[in-house]
């Protein structure tokens, strides 16, 4: 999972998250995020595209490991197909909060996880809130590098 997390792809690159626990076998990762004054709309709550983009990432990267840890013969990679994000409470700058990821039913058709912005604090207090469903797609040629004919 930290190899997975070291990757940089441009968006959100330049949010300094923090790994606070991974569990790839059980489908749980939460991240340390320190609110700053450009992560806010508006409005005082967290930026929705700051929202969908971190829950893209990381919800990936969450299911790309569980995959690879509980079925390691199938195909890791995947596109989205639906990326659902609501911003729900004002937040201040220097704030710390909690980007909990959870892989929902993990034996769906489609792989399905949520990210929720709580409070470090209080972990009642949910921020943001963010729903990812994927479909599997060999768009980096997987298949053939497990058959050999790469």
Do not use: W
Not at 83 to 106: E, F, K, M, W, Y
Not at 116 to 131: E, H, L, M, T
């Amino acid at each position: 999972m930290d190899e997975l997390l070291k990757v940089k792809n441009g968006y959100g690159s330049d949010t300094d998250l923090e790994i606070i626990s991974s569990d790839p076998n059980h489908g749980t990762l939460t991240l340390k995020l320190i609110v700053d004054d450009h992560h806010l709309n508006e409005s005082g709550t967290l930026d929705e595209g700051l929202v969908a983009t971190l829950a893209d990432n990381y919800t990936t990267y969450l299911l790309i490991a569980h995959s690879l840890a509980t079925k390691p013969d199938t195909m890791p990679i995947s596109v989205s197909v639906c990326l659902s994000v609501q911003a729900l409470a004002p937040v201040s700058p220097g704030t710390i909060i909690h980007l909990v990821c959870r892989i929902g039913n993990d034996r769906l058709t489609k792989p399905h996880a949520f990210a929720v912005f709580v409070d470090a604090k209080n972990p009642n207090v949910v921020y943001a809130r963010a729903s990812h469903t994927k479909h599997n797609k060999d768009v980096m040629g997987y298949g053939a590098q497990k058959s050999g004919k790469l």
